[in-house]
């Protein structure tokens, strides 16, 4: 089963807010992190976890760009998006160098060659299933369903910040900062 498509960018409005902006990239981060959970847990196919994980930096960086303009429950942060992503790229870097050494190098060894890197491919395959047990012990957890939930909650009564509320033509779409911001 493969990964449902990646959004397609928007076309930013010139009329909305930095706030109504920056709800709209969370509301597209979060269907996507709730589509690929389940896929990411069965763990059949490496390519739903490289885009959860690609999702979740997407997810990081509009809470970053935009933390000045969006009042958000405390149970959404910047560094509970961060831990997840790193237990998502620990797995998803053991997927990669398995697929290397798999498809690349693997083929260009001698037989004699071939045995003696398989206690190697065996440890490889026992890091990865340890890093997606920590993975996936992290995604069912309370903290992290807290944070999504708290992020839905957000969602349908988003909370901006003034600069948040203000229209693009007092700055934030010209690359300048709010006066109210400095």
Do not use: C
Not at 93 to 108: G, I, K, N, S, Y
Not at 129 to 138: G, I, P, T, W, Y
């Amino acid at each position: 089963m493969s990964a449902p498509a990646a959004p397609e960018p928007a076309a930013i409005d010139r009329h909305l807010s930095a706030g109504a902006y920056a709800a709209d990239r969370l509301a597209v981060a979060l269907k996507r992190i709730v589509a690929l959970h389940a896929e990411v847990l069965a763990d059949e196919d490496p390519e739903p976890l490289h885009q959860l994980r690609v999702t979740m930096r997407r997810l990081r960086t509009v809470l970053v760009q935009f933390e000045r303009a969006l009042v958000l429950p405390e149970a959404v942060s910047e560094e509970r998006i961060a831990r997840v992503a790193r237990r998502l790229g620990v797995a998803r870097d053991l997927d990669v160098l398995r697929d290397r050494l798999d498809h690349d190098l693997q083929p260009l060894l001698s037989a004699p060659e071939r045995e003696r890197f398989k206690p190697i491919l065996k440890r490889l395959r026992r890091d990865r299933r340890l890093a997606f047990l920590d993975l996936e012990h992290q995604l069912k957890r309370g903290r992290y369903l807290a944070m999504l939930g708290a992020l839905q909650g957000w969602l349908r009564q988003p909370r901006f910040t003034p600069w948040g509320r203000s229209p693009p033509s007092t700055g934030w779409g010209n690359g300048r900062r709010p006066a109210s911001a400095a």
